[in-house]
């Protein structure tokens, strides 16, 4: 299938080639104006929602380079996801808009403070891709690789095509970053543990919910995860992101720390780790040791949960910066 290509405007001069690429699904979102059943909504904002996309978005925002790398189908919502994904920073020169299927949709519910998804992504552009859509060209001059657990369950095809992504950053020398972002509603019945491990044990850098990594690793002993990441895997830097009570890093050699949560008036958690991911990830990229980027990593989430949107709370470099000195902010 032809590659339809975004403007030229859009590519990012060689100069300025992104640090990290992510490949995975991202989805157009509609959020209810109100509370409740959907059944009695009656009106929803457009939003963008995909694990990847919000990451790439976070790094871009606090001055990294970063590309998302996916498939669209070739109708308004998908134009409408490139738009926006673009509108934040970030390089989506590699994404295909494949004209044979459709842009997946997302709405969310929300109610008594929780919020549940309901999926209509089965056979959707994300789902079709393909090994040929990530060529070398694609992962050239970047860093850094990043996987979530998401895509390699959409289909044989993504599941082909996040192994041929790695191995082929292997060979250019690229770091691989894995989340495993567990989603059972799409297991559909099946057990994907055992992939989502092995993805684990093969990353650079590792950041999973610590309830995920309890069940990937069937063990609630944080220093018996961090071991099994460093001693049985690749892994260089690892965060185990635990929601309001904070988060635990450490690099390979050192031992773990505890990063405290950052106090803030959470009105939707979703989107909270993937901002956790991406400051951490700048952090890794600025040179700074495990503990500072997790700090940076508990900012940004904190800051996430403050809007009901995925990435619209994500804080840009200066306010990082200013948060990270403890400087207060002046809002009147």
């Known amino acids: ?18 640090e990290t690429v992510a490949i995975g699904e991202t989805m157009y979102c509609l959020t ?9 909504c009656r009106g929803f904002r457009p939003r963008i929602a995909g694990a990847e996309s919000n990451m790439m978005i976070g790094l871009a925002k606090l001055g990294r380079a970063a590309a998302w790398l996916s498939r669209l189908g070739d109708d308004e919502f998908g134009h409408y996801i490139a738009n926006a994904i673009r509108g934040e920073g970030v390089d ?16 969310k519910e929300g109610s008594a403070g929780e919020t549940k998804v309901h999926y209509y992504r089965e056979n959707s552009a994300a789902s079709h891709l393909t090994p040929a859509d990530v060529p070398e060209k694609a992962l050239a001059g970047a860093k850094i690789l ?14 082909e095509t996040i192994s041929h992504a790695v191995d082929l950053a292997g ?13 059972r509603k799409l297991w559909g019945g099946r057990d994907y543990t055992g992939l989502l491990s092995d993805l684990a044990l093969r990353a650079q850098i590792v950041m999973l919910g610590l ?27 690892v965060a185990l992101k635990d ?28 989107g909270a780790g993937d901002a956790f991911n991406a400051g951490f990830m700048a952090g890794c990229l600025e040179g700074l040791d495990a503990e500072t980027a997790g700090r940076m990593g508990a900012i940004a989430g904190a800051l996430a949960t403050q809007t009901t949107g995925d990435i619209e709370g994500y804080p840009s470099r200066e306010r990082m910066r200013a948060l990270m000195e403890g400087k207060a902010e002046i809002n009147r």
């Open 32 to 40: 209810p104006d109100e509370a409740g059943p959907l059944r009695y």
């Open 1 to 18: 299938m032809a590659r339809v290509q975004m403007e030229k405007e859009i590519a990012m001069p060689a100069e300025n080639s992104p």
């Open 243 to 270: 929601g309001d009570k904070g988060a635990w890093v450490a690099e390979r050699g050192s031992k773990e720390r505890h990063i405290p949560p950052v106090p803030c008036r959470c009105v939707e958690p979703i």
């Open 211 to 237: 309830d995920e990594a309890e069940h990937m690793f069937k063990t609630d002993s944080i220093p018996d995860i961090f071991s099994r990441l460093f001693q049985g895997g690749s892994a260089e830097r």
């Open 171 to 183: 060979r250019l020398g690229l770091k691989i970053s894995f989340d495993a972002n567990i989603r």
């Open 92 to 107: 989506v020169s590699w994404t295909t808009f494949d004209p044979a299927h459709r842009t997946g949709v997302m709405f």
């Open 146 to 159: 990043h996987i979530t657990g998401i895509t390699p369950i959409l289909s044989q095809s993504c599941a």
